[in-house]
């Protein structure tokens, strides 16, 4: 229970950090959330889906302009992170953020590979569904998801410790 605690909270927070977050996070959300009101309202009234398409893209768009605001606003700030583990970490190892980066990439995988089996089951039923097909397709998503996901870490992880490096030569200067 200890360690689920610690993954989801995260240990200790940069007070400075977490307060300009906030609202970041607060303006990312209201996007995420109008967006998804809006395509739920389209989806759900008659009038306004009399030719609208049934697959809509709406929730998609307003999940990738939330993540596009707040990574934006956050790049302009100089912000990569609150927790104080991520900050302090001589080395990339020591972040953190190796298990949460898996296990982000493994629920990206298994809701793809879930997709899939739904609509496999729904179209043919459970006799019709490829599940060899399905386990390769976990495989490569696995493969591909995870390796991005950690290099994008660690290259943000660099980064900052960079522009730290750089910071401290110029205070010594």
């Known amino acids: 229970m200890k360690r689920i605690e610690r993954i989801l909270y995260g240990g200790p927070k940069d007070e400075r950090n977490a307060a300009q977050l906030g609202p970041i996070y607060k303006v990312g959300f209201y996007i995420l959330a109008f967006g998804i009101l809006f395509d739920v309202f389209t989806r759900y009234n008659y009038l306004a889906r009399e030719n609208a398409p049934v697959n809509s893209p709406v929730e998609f768009i307003a999940l990738l302009l939330a993540l596009a605001f707040v990574s934006v606003a956050c790049m302009r700030r100089g912000i990569y992170t609150d927790s104080l583990q991520w900050l302090e970490a001589e080395t990339f190892s020591q972040t953190g953020a190796i298990a949460p980066s898996v296990a982000l990439a493994a629920l990206i995988s298994l ?3 879930g997709g899939r089996v739904y609509y496999e089951i729904a179209l043919s039923g459970l006799a019709g569904v490829t599940w ?8 490569v998503m696995l493969g591909m998801t995870i390796p991005l996901i950690i290099a994008i870490q660690y290259l943000s992880w660099r980064e900052y410790r960079k522009k730290e490096a750089r910071m401290a030569s110029e205070d010594e200067d």
Do not use: E
């Open 111 to 113: 809701a793809a590979v």
């Open 132 to 139: 060899a097909g399905d386990i390769a397709f976990l495989i």
